[in-house]
């Protein structure tokens, strides 16, 4: 059996001298023992997959409502290709793996019900009471929700992770005010996470939308990206597509993508000369990144995405209901608070009854939100 320090000294000897190793870790806000045979990271990482707001993940959609079938991305499947994504690129650079896996698994687990759609009507509905961001709401369930231990709140994760957490930045990620030290770069493990999981829903959303047929491989055939990887994957741009035409581009784009980003963050290590972890976070610019003609070539796909996929009438016909969902629910639990659970309905002794609210709705799966606005609103249905 390797021991903690054994892995530990696996992680000196093999990384790169800039990555982040569990050894070295800031630690914890509450002091505890670390374990015999695995690291910190590790450690981790294995505590955010057993959290329940980890398994809610699996009924929390990406852009199609659950009722829309079973075959499109929930926050789950896209979570675990985010997490493989990252451990490619982790492990190809030199960079910790399982410290790069425990943010990707941990990003999204302040996600609301209904997507993009019900972050933005909770956001709307809280902006009087402190608003609401799922980056925000996934470090509150880590640092104080969860309640897995007898002798702290929340999972009590290593500072790195939690860093990961903060400084997680996409289109639709924003950083926002922290205490992680904002004048410094995140880890070259938190920058990993972050372009994952941009690089993830690109190409996954893409497939949901051609597979939904919202989206047709004919009109996409100006798009740069588009030509690109057809022409990569010997794809005739103008001939009929079926089921495994869609599988073979789409595994082809997520390779190009890969491809560059490993080639100009392999650049852009080499022009930096940086020596140590120290040196990273005070760069001026990420290292991890894509090329400047890959970056626009992503501006271009991403506007495409939003026109003609997110701003579909059918996707804004499920917004629309599940806004509605949402709304109604809020309103209600607000109104009379004797409505809510048991153990919801304690927490109004030290938090404002419509965080409570915000907090309960946030953490429900597509399916139960539905079902719950039927107990309240159906006077057929059993509550």
């Known amino acids: 059996m390797r021991s903690r320090q054994q892995l530990e000294d696996i992680e000196k000897a093999s990384l790169a001298s800039w990555a ?12 505890e023992d670390e374990h015999m045979f695995r690291t910190a990271f590790q450690r981790d990482r294995e505590r955010v997959l057993h959290t329940t707001a980890f398994r809610r993940l699996q009924g929390k959609t990406q852009v199609f409502v659950v009722t829309e079938g ?17 451990r490619t690129i982790a492990r190809s650079l030199g960079a910790n793996e399982d410290l790069v896996e425990g943010i990707c698994l941990s990003h999204d687990l302040g996600h609301p019900p209904f997507g993009h759609s019900g972050e933005a009507t909770l956001a709307s509905l809280m902006q009087s009471y402190g608003g609401f961001d799922h ?34 930045e996409t289109d639709y990620d ?25 690089l993830a829903y690109n190409a996954h959303d893409l497939d949901d939308g051609l597979r939904a047929g919202l989206l047709h491989p004919q009109d996409l055939k100006n798009l740069a990206w588009f030509k690109r990887t057809c022409a990569s994957a010997s794809i ?12 073979i ?18 650049r852009r290590i080499a022009v930096s000369r940086v020596q140590t972890l120290h ?27 939003y026109e003609h996929l997110y701003r579909h009438y059918r996707v804004m016909r499920m917004h629309s209901k599940s806004s509605r969902v949402l709304e109604d629910l809020f309103h209600t639990y607000n109104a009379d608070p004797r409505v809510l659970p048991d153990g919801t309905r304690e927490k109004l002794t030290s938090l404002p009854v419509e965080r409570v609210v915000c907090d309960y709705i946030a953490g429900m799966t597509d399916r139960f939100a539905l079902d719950e606005h039927a107990r309240l609103f159906d006077p057929h249905e059993r509550v």
Request: proline fraction near 4%; include cysteine; aromatic fraction near 8%.
């Open 20 to 31: 982040a190793l569990s050894e070295n870790s800031r630690g914890r806000v509450y002091p």
């Open 70 to 86: 079973d075959y499109y991305r929930t926050r789950i499947t896209h979570t675990l290709e985010v997490a493989q994504i990252g």
């Open 135 to 168: 980056n925000r709401h996934s470090f509150r369930i880590i640092a104080e929700l969860e309640h897995r231990y007898p002798d702290f709140p929340g999972l009590n994760l290593v500072y790195e992770v939690r860093e990961g957490i903060v400084k997680h």
């Open 174 to 198: 924003q950083v926002g005010q922290h205490d992680y030290e904002p004048h410094l770069r995140g880890t070259i493990e938190c920058q990993i996470a972050s372009v994952s999981d941009e």
């Open 236 to 247: 005739d741009i103008n001939a009929p597509w079926e089921d495994i035409t869609r599988h």
């Open 249 to 266: 581009f789409v595994r082809r784009l997520i390779g190009l993508l890969t491809t560059d980003l490993l080639n100009e963050s392999t």
């Open 279 to 305: 040196d990273v976070r005070r760069l001026p610019e990420n290292l991890i990144a894509w090329s400047d003609a890959t970056v626009a070539m992503n501006r271009e796909w991403k506007a495409y995405l």
